[in-house]
């Protein structure tokens, strides 16, 4: 089953993170991670600018999970600038060294294959760090994806957009399309750390650890992966029926070094 690991804080959880990163940059001189958008990573992206000190990063690939389709590579919502605004311009990264779908429409009907072979080409994810949705999305996975899907356009749902409407002017304003790894691509990775904070996600995150792997909660394809780390607060926690089973189990593994 999927690690779980419940800290006391979101800011515990991106040390912890952070932390698991550095020692995947340390060991791998071309690591390639796999970054989110939304709220959720931020804990993770500050970490790291906090923590990076004179780390040689050249190597580092970083690929996105999802774009809107629609939006200008500049505009500030897109999830391009957004990646560069949060994590690679802290990390000194290059605008090359991130990779993000692309949502321009007149390019839709290659985007998904061509965000494929490049991902391909940089020899797949190490180490992808996932939130999810109230609706149990990752990526944007909406429920009933398909659990071999690819990267293709995908459609928001009205949940989805009105939990995004925060970051733009008004909800007319939320794109409807994007193009999203699908969870086939994201269960290549060979590692996913899901990340939630907070009880808005808590009944989504129970049923991504311990409902039935089902195309009605996306992220419960996380219980098909291999090595899986869930790291959440105690309120993303709270509708785990198995808590008790999982609290305290990740420190007392023999020569556990963090996730
Ligand atoms: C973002 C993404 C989404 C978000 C999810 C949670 O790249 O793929 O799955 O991770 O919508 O968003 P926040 O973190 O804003 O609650």
């Known amino acids: 089953m999927a690690e779980v690991v419940v800290l006391g804080s979101a800011e515990e959880a991106g040390a912890l993170v ?3 990163i550095w020692r995947l940059v340390d060991s791998d001189p071309a690591p390639v ?14 970490a790291l600018a906090a923590t990076r000190g004179g780390r040689d990063l050249s190597g580092l690939r970083a690929f996105a999970l999802d774009e ?3 939006l200008s590579p500049d ?26 779908p692309d949502g321009d429409p007149a390019r839709l009907p290659s985007a998904g294959a061509a ?6 080409e940089a020899g797949g994810v190490d180490l992808q760090l996932l939130g999810i949705g109230t609706d149990g999305h990752i990526g944007f996975n909406e429920p009933g994806s398909s659990l071999a899907s690819r990267t293709r ?9 009105r939990d995004n409407a925060r970051f733009f002017d008004s909800l007319e304003n939320v794109p409807i399309h994007c193009v999203t790894q699908g969870l086939g691509t994201i269960l290549d990775a060979r590692h996913l750390v899901l990340l939630a904070f907070g009880a808005a996600k808590a009944a989504a995150v129970a049923a991504a650890v311990e409902g039935p792997v089902s195309a009605s909660c996306p992220a419960s394809i996380i ?37």
């Open 18 to 20: 952070a932390d698991a």
């Open 223 to 259: 219980q098909f992966h291999p090595h899986v780390t869930v790291v959440l607060d105690a309120e993303a926690a709270g509708e785990l029926a198995n808590l008790r089973y999982y609290q305290g189990v990740w420190e007392r593994k023999p020569g556990w070094q963090g996730i």
């Open 115 to 120: 965000f494929e072979q490049a991902l391909a």
């Open 33 to 46: 991670l796999g970054v989110a958008t939304g709220s959720t990573p931020l804990v993770v992206y500050r």
């Open 153 to 161: 356009v995908k459609t928001l749902t009205e949940q989805t957009r």
């Open 68 to 70: 809107y389709v629609g």
């Open 75 to 100: 505009h500030p919502q897109s999830y391009r600038r957004t990646l560069l605004t949060e994590f690679a311009e802290p990390l000194g990264l290059d605008v090359g060294q991130v990779v993000v």
